[in-house]
C-alpha cells in the first residue's frame, strides 16, 4: 500500500486542480493543453523520490536507460503533446488560411434608411454601462434590508425587454460570509434599469437565483456548467431575462473551425435558468427569439476585421493593402426589430481620423451589414461634442448611430465629473461640422434640426404638437445647468409638462390655480412633454 501512496496523492492534486481550474476536456482547448502539463510536471514533482531512488550513481549511464521507466513515459506523451500542439497552431495561422478566415462572416451591403428606423426620441438609450452601473449602486443603497447582505454585480447585459432597451445585472453575495448566512435562499432580486428614462428598479423574485458567479462550491456557475457540458469551450456568461422576467444565464459555446486553435466562432449556446438551475443548449439556429446576447461585440468585430483585410488575400494585408478595412476602436449597440445590434465603424488600415462606412451586426444571428457613408470617425465625434461643452468639462459617451431624417447622425450624452448626464449631443456623420448641444434631448433634436436646415439638408416634418387647457394643480422650478425649467401638473391628469423659462417667459407669471393653455410636443421624453408655446 505505502508504494501507492504518490500515486493517490497524484489522483488528488489532479482531481482538485480540475475542480479549481475546471478546463475544457477538449483538444481544441489551450486551457485543456495547459491542465496537461500541469498533470505532468506534477506527476514529476510527486514521484520525483522514486524516480531518484532508481538511478545508481555508480552506474549512472546503464541505470538511467534502463530505469527510470515513469520519466521515459512522461517524456514520450510531452513530445507527442508539443508536435500535436504546435502542428495544430501552424495550420490555424491567417497566413496558411487567409480564405477561410475571410469566410468567418458573411457581410452584404445595407440601406441605412431602409435597416435603420428613424429615431424614437423617447426610446434613446442615454446611458451606458458606468452611467448605469452608477444607478444601479444608488438604487440599491435605498434598500436598506438588502444592502448590507448583497452588492450590485458588475455582469450587465443591455437587452431589447419589451420593445425598449434596457440594462440588467443580478445581485451578488457581498462576501463569503454573507453567501454562507444568504445561501439556503439565494439571490432574492435584480436589478432593471430602462435606459431611456434613467429609472431603475429592483425586481424581487419569488424564489432566489440559486446559480451564479458570486456563488461558491457547486453552485457556481463556471463549475455548475462544466460538470454537465465537460468538453463545451464556452465564451463568456450574460445575464438575461425573458419576456416574464424570469431570469436566465446565456452561455455561448465557442467552437475553433480553422485547424486547431483558430477561426473562433460560435456554434450553439446553453440557456440556463438561474433559479432552477435546468439547462437547455440550442444550435445556434434554434437560439430563441428573446435572446439578445450570443455573439459578444469583440467576436462580431474580430471576424469583420479578418473579412476586411483578408478578403484579398494574406500578402495584400501586410503589403499593397488595397481594400482592407478594419473597425475602429470602440462600439455600441442598438435595438431594433427586437435584436440587439452592434455597431462600430469601419475605417482604413492606414489608421485615418474617418470612417469610409460602419457595420451593423447582430448579436444574436451574427447577421452583418455594412453601410457606405463616409464622415466623422467616433472619437473625433466625441470630441467636438466636448468641445461645445469644454468650460463644463463633461466628458463624452461613445456614439450612438441613429436615423434623424434620414441622416445618419451619432448622439452623445455628456457626462460630469460623478458619471451623471447632465446634456446631450448630436453630431452628423457626414457634415461633421453639425454639432448640437441641448440640456434634454428634445433640445438637442431642436438645435440639430435647425442646424441641418441651416447647412442646407431637408429635415422631415417636424413633430406633432397637440393642445392642452386647465388649471395648474402643481408647479415645480428646477435649475438644470443654469437654465430655469417649470415642470407643470394639470388638474385631473398625471401627466407632466416642461417649460424653460428663457423660452417662454410667460410662464413667470403664472401660480398654482391659474388657468393655462399649454402648445407641447405629442412625443414624451422621459416621461415628460416638452411645451413649446404659452398662453
Aim: charged content about 20%.
Amino acid at each position: 500500500m505505502k508504494k501507492y501512496i504518490s500515486y493517490i496523492l497524484t489522483l488528488v492534486v489532479w482531481a482538485a486542480g480540475f475542480y479549481v481550474y475546471l478546463p475544457p476536456i477538449n483538444i481544441k482547448a489551450t486551457e485543456f493543453w495547459a491542465f496537461m502539463a500541469f498533470m505532468a510536471i506534477t506527476a514529476l514533482l510527486l514521484n520525483a523520490y522514486k524516480i531518484i531512488s532508481q538511478i545508481d550513481p555508480r552506474n549512472l549511464r546503464q541505470s538511467v536507460s534502463q530505469g527510470t521507466r515513469g520519466v521515459k513515459i512522461v517524456a514520450r506523451a510531452a513530445v507527442i503533446f508539443v508536435a500535436v500542439y504546435v502542428i495544430g497552431y501552424v495550420i490555424s495561422l491567417p497566413v496558411f488560411r487567409a480564405g477561410a478566415y475571410s469566410s468567418l462572416m458573411t457581410v452584404s451591403q445595407g440601406n441605412f434608411e431602409e435597416d435603420v428606423e428613424e429615431a424614437d426620441f423617447s426610446e434613446i438609450p442615454i446611458l451606458d454601462s458606468d452611467s448605469a452601473a452608477i444607478i444601479a449602486e444608488r438604487k440599491m443603497g435605498t434598500m436598506t434590508e438588502m444592502v448590507s447582505q448583497f452588492e450590485v454585480s458588475s455582469n450587465f447585459s443591455q437587452i431589447n425587454y419589451n420593445g425598449s432597451p434596457y440594462r440588467v445585472t443580478p445581485l451578488r453575495y457581498a462576501n463569503v460570509i454573507k453567501w454562507f448566512s444568504n445561501r439556503s435562499g439565494g439571490i432574492p432580486a435584480y436589478i432593471l434599469i430602462d435606459m431611456s428614462t434613467q429609472n431603475a428598479e429592483l425586481i424581487k423574485l419569488d424564489e432566489g437565483i440559486k446559480i451564479s458567479p458570486s456563488e461558491y462550491l457547486n453552485r457556481d456557475l463556471t463549475r455548475y456548467l462544466r460538470f454537465r457540458y465537460p468538453t463545451a469551450m464556452f465564451r463568456g456568461t450574460y445575464f438575461e431575462i425573458d419576456d416574464d422576467g424570469t431570469p436566465f444565464w446565456i452561455c455561448p459555446v465557442m467552437d475553433h473551425t480553422i485547424g486547431l486553435f483558430g477561426g473562433t466562432d460560435i456554434k450553439g449556446a446553453v440557456v440556463l435558468n438561474a433559479i432552477t438551475g435546468e439547462h437547455t443548449y440550442y444550435e445556434v439556429d434554434d437560439i430563441p427569439q428573446w435572446i439578445d446576447r450570443v455573439y459578444d461585440a469583440e467576436l462580431l468585430m474580430e471576424q469583420y476585421d479578418y473579412y476586411g483585410t483578408l478578403r484579398n488575400g494574406y500578402l495584400n494585408s501586410l503589403f499593397t493593402q488595397r481594400n482592407c478595412l478594419v473597425t475602429t476602436d470602440g462600439y455600441n449597440y442598438i435595438a431594433s426589430h427586437d435584436d440587439v445590434w452592434v455597431y462600430t465603424g469601419v475605417t482604413s488600415v492606414n489608421g485615418d481620423e474617418s470612417n469610409v462606412g460602419f457595420v451593423l451586426m447582430n448579436q444574436r444571428t451574427k447577421e452583418t451589414n455594412y453601410y457606405q457613408i463616409a464622415g466623422a470617425e467616433e472619437y473625433s465625434a466625441m470630441s467636438s461634442a466636448e468641445g461645445q461643452v469644454q468650460h463644463l468639462g463633461y466628458t463624452s459617451t461613445f456614439p450612438l448611430l441613429l436615423n434623424v431624417s434620414g441622416e445618419p447622425t451619432y448622439f452623445m450624452s455628456l457626462k460630469d465629473g460623478a458619471g451623471l448626464v447632465k446634456k446631450y449631443a448630436m453630431v452628423n456623420i457626414q457634415k461633421y461640422q453639425i454639432v448640437a448641444v441641448g440640456d434634454t434631448v428634445n433640445e438637442c433634436v431642436k438645435e440639430y434640426e435647425s442646424l441641418m436646415e441651416n447647412n442646407g439638408i431637408s429635415v422631415a416634418e417636424e413633430a406633432e404638437k397637440a393642445t392642452v387647457d386647465g388649471v395648474i394643480d402643481v408647479l415645480k422650478d428646477i435649475v438644470i445647468d443654469g437654465n430655469t425649467y417649470y415642470y407643470i401638473m394639470l388638474e385631473g391628469s398625471d401627466d407632466l409638462y416642461s417649460v424653460k423659462a428663457g423660452d417662454y417667459v410667460e410662464i413667470l407669471k403664472k401660480n398654482i390655480g391659474d388657468s393655462v393653455t399649454l402648445e407641447y410636443v405629442e412625443t414624451a421624453s422621459n416621461g415628460v412633454y416638452t411645451v413649446t408655446n404659452v398662453e
